[in-house]
């Protein structure tokens, strides 16, 4: 019979001996934030609920809709039914409360969550899924949004929450302001080429997206007898989340191409389709284009590389953004889709709060989607 043996840390293999038995290494609990969600009844609050229910290092203990309060989180998400007990609260009038939470999501209207997070207790962490404290040009704000920012001396105090390209900031952060979907899309497809400078002259993107970007109110432009057999554009050059494009590559790189932005509905329910047609400063081929994306995307598991087109098929229900190239000469065509809801809001908020927590940063996104 072979006498066992045992590696040590230098490499040397010693034989098995009599010892004083050791006591074991103490084991480092993990990480288990307690979760509150702001206005948990709308889309964005559903998906928050959908991931975050799952999540091994999570805890949601708060959920707030007032216009269902009372209501059983399951009754009004009936996709969540058997998952959980909660029950939707009223928004607590005394803020202080707060303080028995480590993290809080606000998925409200824009506008709503200026007015709670200068309140909040500075031991919590925040994460906004709204468009109050992206933008850091309080007339540029007040001009996109309609209304006057009313904590603009806070705002300063927020990381930008684009995971690929913010990190490490994002790691040290307490306040989070998480992008826009449209900003996700545009930005993941164009950051690579901005941070290496080999853009020359007007960008343009050609962004779509489904229904479920406009909330889970109805209203004219997304009740489903008027999209299902339609298309069109809205907003144009008008779009709030242009100058929170143009100010996140800024700090990408040397941003100084004009950018022309156009938003366009989808009869569809989910998904950002985005062709950003750019122009490079030298000739470039698919094969380069693509090394140069990998090497910029190499720490970032949620970046998929695809031959060709991606389609919003293969990202619905995930936290993926998959990203293909059409080249000819200079003139390059980035291709960038994702869900809207996951990856354009509450997968990447998760994922934020994920590094804030020092928790591994896919923990609960592994959601695939659906073939067919």
């Not at 509450?346 to 695939?368: C, D, P, R």
Request: neutral net charge; contains cysteine; proline residues 5%.
């Amino acid at each position: 019979m072979k006498k066992e043996s045992k590696t040590t840390q230098t490499g040397e293999q010693n034989s098995i001996s009599p010892r004083v038995s050791a006591s074991p290494r103490p084991r480092v609990a993990e990480p288990r934030p307690r979760v509150a969600i702001f206005g948990g009844s709308g889309y964005g609050g559903s998906e928050l609920l959908r991931i975050l229910l799952l999540h091994p290092n999570a805890e949601v203990a708060l959920v707030t809709a007032n216009e269902h309060a009372g209501k059983a989180v399951s009754e009004v998400h009936k996709n969540l039914y058997g998952l959980t007990d909660l029950r939707f609260e009223r928004a607590p009038e005394d803020l202080n409360v707060l303080g028995k939470f480590d993290c809080i999501f606000f998925a409200l209207p824009h506008g709503q969550a200026m007015e709670i997070v200068p309140r909040v207790p500075e031991n919590v962490k925040v994460i906004d899924l709204s468009g109050d404290f992206r933008l850091r040009d309080s007339e540029v704000f007040e001009e996109h949004y309609g209304r006057e920012h009313s904590a603009m001396d806070f705002q300063q105090k927020f990381v930008y929450g684009l995971t690929e390209t913010n990190r490490e900031a994002i790691k040290h952060a307490r306040l989070v302001a998480n992008p826009g979907c449209f900003a996700t899309a545009a930005l993941l497809g164009l950051a690579p080429l901005v941070a290496h400078n080999l853009l020359t002259g007007r960008v343009v993107v050609d962004a779509k997206t489904g229904s479920s970007g406009s909330g889970a109110k109805a209203a004219a432009n997304t009740h489903h007898p008027q999209r299902m057999n339609s298309f069109y554009a809205y907003k144009p050059f008008t779009h709030q989340h242009v100058p929170e494009i143009e100010q996140e590559l800024r700090t990408v790189g040397d941003w100084t191409s004009e950018l022309v932005f156009m938003t366009h509905s989808l009869p569809v329910s989910r998904g950002i389709f985005a062709s950003v047609y750019a122009e490079t400063k030298s000739e470039m081929t698919v094969d380069e284009v693509r090394a140069l994306f990998a090497g910029f995307y190499r720490d970032s598991f949620f970046v998929r590389l695809v031959k060709g087109s991606p389609d919003i098929n293969w990202v619905k229900t995930t936290n993926f953004c998959d990203i293909g190239f059409a080249v000819r000469g200079r003139q390059l065509v980035v291709f960038s889709a994702i869900d809207n809801l996951v990856k354009g809001a509450a997968g990447q908020a998760v994922q934020n709060m994920n590094l804030m927590f020092a928790i591994e940063e896919k923990t609960a996104l592994m959601l695939t989607g659906s073939n067919p």
